[in-house]
């Protein structure tokens, strides 16, 4: 799995979409996507459409539920990447490793 951050707009979306596809030690059919989004938030729907057509399999979990939110925050105070602060969505869970879009 290509490990990396994502920030951007719509083109950036279909980069993580790449590069969840090219990972090697991912197969892209059977991998496991928790998107962590909003539903009023554009990058979120941008990305889930991506997914859509790129035909990947994904669960989507709306943090307005506070169990959802409470996981998903749960899971990014771990990630090697977040020093604390602020972060944007969605936030994409690939088999244990959350990514920021």
Do not use: H
């Amino acid at each position: 799995l290509v490990a990396a951050r994502f920030r951007g707009g719509k083109r950036r979306c279909g980069r993580v979409v790449r590069v969840i596809l090219e990972g090697d030690q991912v197969d892209a059919a059977m991998a496991e996507l928790v998107i962590y989004g909003r539903d009023s938030c554009g990058m979120c729907t941008a990305f889930k459409k991506e997914c859509e057509k790129n035909k990947l399999k994904y669960k989507y979990a709306n943090i307005e539920d506070a169990a959802v939110k409470t996981e998903m925050f749960r899971k990014v105070r771990v990630c090697s990447w977040f020093k604390g602060g602020r972060f944007g969505l969605p936030l994409v869970d690939v088999y244990g490793s959350i990514q920021e879009r």
